[in-house]
């Protein structure tokens, strides 16, 4: 049998085709099933884009107004669980909460799992926020989207147009993107055909680590920390003396500026008062990029998405220690898409290791 050694990180191997969405990395470029993002976020909502990465897989693909539906009957099948959940997650921060939450889903259970699990993320996410604030759950209103409802549950009233808008183009920005590591996670498990909700869970507990779902909130942390744009270059040459990794900066595919940087960006610009922490992030990020040339030469590290994710999530009032839960709203979208793909047509994903401990004598 033909072996092969490839990279610990498995950087540069191909291990699965896909239709869902491709990664240009040299080109700064993310298409999502034949549609460039820019393109898709401005055109569709997050439901949209769900429908259309379901598209030829699950009930409901490629129409939008179901999916919409199914999620809407979903939230309201998961508010049920929510005293359950309550129980079970004191302490616990909201990440921690969904990966309790996701875990009570039964496979028996008869409605379509990628509504189940779609619908049961935003629902507990602000039941767990609102327990932290030790105020009541809010229970779903089935005629919203996914963005208006959860904006809804969480502040305990419709947001404006602009904050809905807002969110909606982050859950549909971060709906899917390759082979990312909480992806594959989800393909892997899939692979043995555990079920969707078993796959998404793997997947949620990839994501909430800091080098991938879990950057965005330390990303405000160093901006506090840094407090002013002239102190940046400082604040950067001293965490470099320390062998500190910069959250929202560097990426494995992207060789050049990640494209949801820009969206993200764009969209926090909509959003009232935002103005000066915009500009000051941005003076900010041009003084990482030059720290990152200065001190990683030819490395060609640049923004990553969970820059402006910080930024838009911030100026959307959600707390920084929800972020990475609100990520794995949007992006379970493609988690869902991606097991349908792997069920449909993949293998069991088992690869092999070089053994280099002792031997027996
Ligand atoms: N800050 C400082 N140095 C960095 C950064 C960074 N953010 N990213 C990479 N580097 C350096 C590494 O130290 C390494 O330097 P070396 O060659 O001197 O050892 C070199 O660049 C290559 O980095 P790797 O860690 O090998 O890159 P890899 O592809 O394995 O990691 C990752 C990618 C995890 C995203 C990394 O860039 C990182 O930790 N970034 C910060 C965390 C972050 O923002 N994560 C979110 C990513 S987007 C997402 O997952 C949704």
Redesign the pocket.
Known sequence: MLQTRVDS?L?GVIVADTVMSEVDGEEGRLVVRGHNLQELVSSRGFEGVAALLWEGYAEGGGDEAAVRKGMADARVRAFADVPKLLAATAGLTPVEGLRVGLGMLPDSERLPHQYLVCGALPVFLAALLNARKKLSPIAPDPSLTTAQDLLRMIRGQRAGEVFEKGLDAYLAT?AD?GF???TFTARVVASTHAGLISAVLAALCA?KG???????G??LDMLDDIGEASRAEAWFDD??AK???????????YKVR?PRADVLKNTVATLPSTAGRLAYAVEVERG?IAA?RR??PG?R?DT????Y?ALLLEALDVPREAFTAL?AVGRAAGWCAHVFEQEKGGRIIRPQSNYVGPRPS
Do not use: Q
């Open positions: 990180g950087d971060v993107h990312n590591a909480s994501l800091p080098l991938h779902g879990g950057a965005p330390p990303v965490a470099f062998g500190t990794t910069l959250m929202g900066f560097g990426h494995r595919i990640d990482a990152l001190h990683k490395r590290l990553n998405v969970e820059y994710t990520f």
